[in-house]
């Protein structure tokens, strides 16, 4: 909708006044099938519009390649050990940093803390694979010939 509108002409507005609320979804599996299927958007769309592609985009796809190909690389490579766990270790300390200052800034709950960062490698993961099924499916015409794709259950 954002590349037709700009497109047309028309410009967004940014109104901070305005406030959406959407209804918190419980977590765990609801939430890593929501983060899932609307990758799976993304992936088509940076198919279709090569311009949308940003390299944030790209960060969970690299994360969820990397949890994907840890094992092989392990046994393949020898040296690649402490590149792994450096990136790893990273990876882990920035999850950390990121659930205190949603505690510290946003939420007083330690509750919140915990399960931020234990959801956030699981929704990463998941729109790690949600893009590249999403770059699967407009690769493979798929989406192309409107196929129906997936259902609610």
């Known amino acids: 909708l954002y590349f037709r509108l700009k497109s047309a002409g028309h410009k967004l507005l940014y ?14 599996s609801p939430i890593v099938r929501k983060v899932f299927f ?9 198919a279709r519009k090569p311009r949308s592609i940003k390299f944030v985009y790209f960060v969970p796809t ?4 990397g949890v994907m190909a840890a094992p092989i690389l392990f046994l393949l490579v ?13 990876y882990l300390t920035l999850n950390v940093a990121n659930a205190f200052l949603i505690f510290y800034k946003k ?15 699981l929704i990463h993961f998941a729109y790690g694979m949600g893009v590249l099924y999403g770059l699967y499916l407009y690769g493979s015409g798929d989406i192309r010939k409107g196929r129906k794709l997936w259902t609610n259950d």
Do not use: C, D, Q
């Not at 690299?62 to 390649?65: I, P």
């Open 15 to 28: 109104v901070p006044e305005i406030f959406v609320w959407h209804r918190a979804k419980p977590i765990w």
């Open 62 to 65: 690299m994360f969820a390649l």
């Open 78 to 90: 020898p040296g690649i050990l402490l590149l792994m766990t450096s990136v790893g270790l990273l």
């Open 107 to 121: 939420e007083r709950n330690p509750l919140v803390a915990l399960a931020l960062f234990v959801m956030t490698p």
């Open 38 to 46: 609307y990758a799976t958007g993304r992936g088509v769309l940076m």
